[in-house]
């Protein structure tokens, strides 16, 4: 039984199968009726019985589980965004998330937070290490290009610099907010076990950070109104919104936009100020 649009799922394993290219897996070249792969040799990449897979594609099999769904993307070469459209028709949700370490902001990446004169804007990693940020957040948050790379860490520097404690007017309640932003985020990225020694490490360090764990919070990051104490023009009120990047879940990026005219002036004139 072919299938058909009432079976979206067998439509895409058909699809994606016929679109392979047996000679790029070492299979005999032969006489096909069909272009790609067959069932049979799909099955066999995929260490599942050819019967059980034919279902699939006929729409007979039953839900498979995510373990089975691995292994025929595996079979079938797929990648991150075909695999995530496998689940969505298979079970109705994306699979749980493969932590990947990041690589860096890309130069267009970088240009669109350069684009953002007046509005401070930074890129972090799954482990909130700062990765990429712009001149406005250089001269309104931190001098991050003077922090040492490993000490680039949004929570180290919430917990461990004098500096950044002193301009958080409101620093216990936005360290708390912090730390339970930070917990949802590992938690999706599928990052705990990568963040492990961070977490240890500033649990010995600081007994707040410590207690505050231990509380197992958990909240969005989404949008919100930062206060910061800076120590050239005084008290700046920021709206922050923060983003995923598009195709590389283990960045986020967030941009903090001057909440009046007043906040913006201050903003100006640091950025015009002698370095």
């Known amino acids: 039984m072919p299938a058909t649009d009432n079976n979206p799922l067998g439509t895409y394993l058909r699809d994606r199968r016929t679109k392979l290219d047996p000679a790029a897996f070492g299979l005999p070249p032969g006489r096909r009726r069909t272009a790609g792969l067959r069932r049979e040799e799909v099955a066999q990449r995929a260490n599942i019985s050819a ?116 301009a958080m007017p409101e620093w216990e309640a936005d360290a708390r907010f912090v730390v339970a932003a930070f917990r949802t985020e590992v938690a999706r990225a599928g990052a705990a076990e990568n963040v492990k020694g961070l977490v240890e490490y500033l649990s010995r360090r600081s007994p707040e950070f410590e207690a505050m764990w231990r509380s197992n919070d958990v909240r969005s990051y989404g949008e919100g109104t930062k206060h910061l104490q800076h120590p050239t023009v005084g008290l700046i009120a920021l709206e922050y919104s923060s983003f995923s990047v598009d195709g590389r879940p283990d960045l986020g990026m967030i941009v903090y936009n001057p909440a009046t005219s007043a906040d913006a002036d201050k903003v100006r004139s640091l950025l015009v100020a002698p370095a």
């Open 51 to 166: 019967t059980w897979y034919t279902w699939l594609e006929q729409g007979r099999g039953g839900a498979p589980s995510a373990d089975v769904l691995d292994r025929i993307t595996h079979a079938l070469m797929l990648t991150d965004v075909e695999r995530e459209h496998l689940f969505l028709l298979a079970l109705g949700r994306p699979p749980e998330v493969r932590y990947q370490a990041a690589e860096g902001a890309t130069p267009r990446l970088q240009r669109v937070l350069d684009s953002l004169e007046l509005s401070p804007a930074l890129v972090k990693n799954s482990a909130w290490d700062i990765i990429a940020w712009n001149h406005a957040a250089s001269v309104v948050l931190a001098n991050y290009g003077d922090i040492p790379p490993e000490e680039r860490n949004i929570l180290r520097l919430v917990f461990s610099s004098t500096r950044v404690r002193n």
